[in-house]
T-cell receptor
């Protein structure tokens, strides 16, 4: 299968708190997992990615963890700010050429 | 600016009509991918071209077709349009035949079928 499940579909957090989005995938051969951020009316933009040879990657306030055995990966945003409000998509690379996307999580950061 | 250019940005057309969406990939990128994003939905993979050849097909309807030209720009043709075809259509490009590196998305074409 090629499904990527993403939860939650919506997430509201207080400014300064952390946000966590979780994804699971079905293709055990997947080895590349990017996360995209899409602001309202704009294009998706890559914010961080992780490959199957590492378990965690961090970039300032954003981190991603990967558990290949359980086939799930998560995005962690710490010290959230209003500009973090957007839709976040996880994805898994299928058959080396196709990015299969999750349904997206709408994150709202309350001031 | 991602370097991927899509035209037009907006398109309004009637049911039964045919439209063509255009995508110019980033300079040096050989692969072009087309995705459909319906309202409040995720990104559905339609089709991929690599260096002029079709490489992969996703959930693309028979009414839809695409091609990549020698200069590497791509066109997505949508025919016999239905109301349900209204969506944001994104093109993305990457340097090689795999999406195992960053894929850059264009700004999208918003298609409204009335």
């Amino acid at each position: 299968g090629e499904n990527v499940e993403q939860h939650p579909s919506t997430l509201s957090v207080q400014e300064g708190d952390s946000a966590v989005i979780k994804c699971t995938y079905s293709d055990s051969a997947s080895n590349y997992f990017p996360w995209y951020k899409q602001e309202l009316g704009k294009r998706p933009q890559l914010i961080i990615d992780i490959r199957s040879n590492v378990g965690e990657k961090k970039d300032q306030r954003i981190a991603v963890t990967l558990n290949k055995t359980a086939k799930h990966f998560s995005l962690h945003i710490t010290e959230t700010q209003p500009e973090d409000s957007a839709v976040y998509f996880c994805a898994a690379l299928i058959n080396d050429y196709k990015l299969s996307f999750g349904a997206g999580t709408t994150v709202t950061v309350r001031a | 600016d991602s370097g991927v250019t899509q035209t037009p940005k907006h398109l309004i057309t009637a049911t039964g009509q045919r439209v063509t969406l255009r995508c110019s990939p980033r300079s040096g990128d050989l692969s072009v991918y087309w995705y459909q994003q319906s309202l409040d939905q995720g990104l559905q993979f339609l089709i991929q071209y690599y260096n002029g050849e079709e490489r992969a097909k996703g959930n693309i309807l028979e009414r839809f077709s695409a091609q990549q030209f020698p200069d590497l720009h791509s066109e997505l043709n949508l025919s016999s349009l239905e109301l349900g075809d209204s969506a944001l259509y994104f093109c993305a490009s990457s340097v090689d035949s795999s999406m195992n590196t960053e894929a850059f998305f264009g700004q999208g074409t918003r298609l409204t079928v009335v």
